[in-house]
């Protein structure tokens, strides 16, 4: 049982800045690889970034060099400093974790929280 919990959206003004946060926790064997995807209106969702246990991490184009992502391995949670907001930017943001249960054979899986919305707009 991995419960996956976002945090941190709301309404930011274009050129303005977020910081998301989502905690994994539950009964977790071990984390793999972290991520953020979204969501815009009318759109299926795409990726925004992730990274490895490791720390190396990928950006999908249209966010590099504004957002940047990391996480806290002891506390099983990882970030999403968005900077430079743009209203195209506004979308529900998701969540997932690549993580094994303690109970499972398998090595992992992928949970997902419920989403944050950002809406960027003057």
């Known amino acids: 049982q991995v419960q996956v919990v976002e945090s941190g ?14 905690a994994a926790s539950g009964s977790i064997s ?30 999908a184009d249209s966010v590099k060099g504004r957002f940047t992502i990391s996480r806290d391995n002891a506390k099983n949670t990882v970030y999403l400093q968005m ?7 506004t979308a529900v943001y998701y969540c997932n974790v690549d993580a094994r249960a303690t109970s499972v054979p398998y090595s992992g899986m992928n949970y997902w929280g419920k989403g944050t919305l950002v809406t960027v707009s003057s």
């Open 83 to 89: 900077n430079s907001l743009k209203p195209e930017d």
């Open 30 to 59: 071990s984390i793999n690889a972290m991520g953020w995807y979204r969501q815009a209106p009318g759109k299926q969702r795409g990726l925004v970034a992730t990274i490895t246990k490791g720390g190396s991490a990928n950006y």
């Open 9 to 22: 959206g709301g309404l930011v003004q274009p050129g303005g800045s977020l910081r998301l946060s989502c």
